[in-house]
Nanobody
Framework: QVHLVESGGVSVQAGGSLRLSCAASGRTDRLIYMGWFRQAPGKEREGIAALYTGGGSTYHDPSLKGRFTVSLDNTQNTLYLQMDTLTPEDTAIYYC?????????????????????WGQGTQVTVSS
């Protein structure tokens, strides 16, 4: 079993930056993919960034235009999402997720289909 806890969500003004954290505990050694999803008001949840915990493979939603960066500190079992040049359209609840499965690779994971574990979410609000 793995427990994920997100933190770092706050209210910021457009143009600002935030770094979200996701602390993982439990059997983290079995995790294959970890990533970030978000759900904006009135919209479906979407995968925005993910990585292979063994290194060498990452995914970022192209629509973010390089503003967000996902990273993993294996020594701290913590996943990060650096978010720069925030806009009001980034307002959402941000969720951390992880899976023990390699099936379908990152593409399947970013769709949310293979996530085994989810955090409770952290609210990010960007004002204009």
């Amino acid at each position: 079993q793995v427990h994920l806890v997100e933190s770092g969500g706050v209210s910021v003004q457009a143009g600002g930056s935030l770094r979200l954290s996701c602390a993982a505990s439990g059997r983290t050694d079995r995790l294959i993919y970890m990533g970030w999803f978000r759900q904006a008001p009135g919209k479906e949840r979407e995968g925005i960034a993910a990585l292979y915990t063994g290194g060498g493979s990452t995914y970022h939603d192209p629509s973010l235009k390089g503003r967000f960066t996902v990273s993993l500190d294996n020594t701290q079992n913590t996943l990060y999402l650096q978010m720069d040049t925030l806009t009001p359209e980034d307002t959402a609840i941000y969720y951390c997720a992880a899976t023990n499965s390699r099936a379908g690779g990152l593409p399947r994971f970013i769709l949310g289909s293979s996530a085994d574990y989810w955090g409770q979410g952290t609210q990010v609000t960007v004002s204009s």
